[in-house]
Nanobody
Framework: VQLQASGGGLVRPGGSLRLSCTPS????????VGWFRQAPGKEREFVSG?????????????TYADSVQGRFTISRDDAKNTVYLQMNRLKPEDTAVYYC????????????????????WGQGTQVTVSS
């Protein structure tokens, strides 16, 4: 399933953006979505994830990288078939291309976050934080 990521842009330090991730033409087939980012010259890194398997109860099925904890919030609107990443208090070091990725199949609750296979990816959306 092709994912569409949108919502990036240029924002000043301290500002906010909301990214959106939607599968093209069909609902999410799995139950886990992650946001990743890649800055120039750096490796891709995990930013945040959401799981809506009701058996996943630890931290409400949400997880964040330490670098964004308390500033970013991931959420899902089932009716709109969209996963959001609300990014507040943005810093220049948040500048990167942000990608959403999804598991195409339901992920058992016993699978840890680090073992989730994200096999559907979006095209990326650029986030630039600069004064």
């Amino acid at each position: 399933v092709q994912l569409q990521a949108s919502g990036g842009g240029l924002v000043r330090p301290g500002g906010s953006l909301r990214l959106s991730c939607t599968p093209s033409g069909r609902p999410f087939s799995g139950d886990a979505v992650g946001w990743f980012r890649q800055a120039p010259g750096k490796e891709r890194e995990f930013v945040s994830g959401i799981r809506w398997n009701p058996a996943v109860t630890w931290k409400g099925g949400l997880t964040y990288a330490d670098s964004v904890q308390g500033r970013f919030t991931i959420s899902r609107d089932d009716a709109k078939n969209t996963v959001y990443l609300q990014m507040n208090r943005l810093k220049p070091e948040d500048t990167a291309v942000y990608y959403c990725a999804a598991s195409s199949v339901p992920v058992p609750a016993t699978v840890p976050w680090s073992n989730i296979q994200y096999d559907s990816w979006g095209q990326g959306t650029q986030v630039t934080v600069s004064s």
